[in-house]
């Protein structure tokens, strides 16, 4: 059974950091890559970043580029996202995302 259970997140206030983690169980980890999407209060799911854990490539939105870092420990089967420099209207609920299977998330809160 494929599992994604995403953990770290908090409440912070802005321009501070915050390290979410994506633990993924169920699946061979190097063959998929895995992204980490966000949905804030009624707004749609949107795209953050994913990484290719076989290679190591990575993509981010534009929004969050040069302070949101994406990685993997591939012998713990997790993904991690860094993210700095925080904004209030990245408030959400992150997303762990494979293929057609989806985490519960982590509530992110940036104060201002």
């Known amino acids: 059974e494929v599992q994604l259970v995403e953990s770290g997140g908090g409440l912070v206030q802005a321009g501070g950091s915050l390290r979410l983690s994506c633990a993924a169980s169920?699946?061979?980890?190097?063959?998929?890559?895995i992204g980490w999407f966000r949905q804030a209060p009624g707004k749609e799911r949107e795209g953050v970043s994913c990484i290719s854990s076989s290679d190591g490539s990575t993509y981010y939105a534009d929004s969050v580029k040069g302070r949101f870092t994406i990685s993997s420990d591939n012998a713990k089967n997790t993904v991690y996202l860094q993210m700095n420099s925080l904004k209030p209207e990245e408030t959400a609920v992150y997303y762990c995302?494979?293929?057609?299977?989806w985490g519960r998330g982590t509530q992110v809160t940036v104060s201002s």
């Open positions: 169920g699946f061979t980890f190097d063959d998929y890559a």
């Open positions: 995302n494979m293929l057609d299977y």
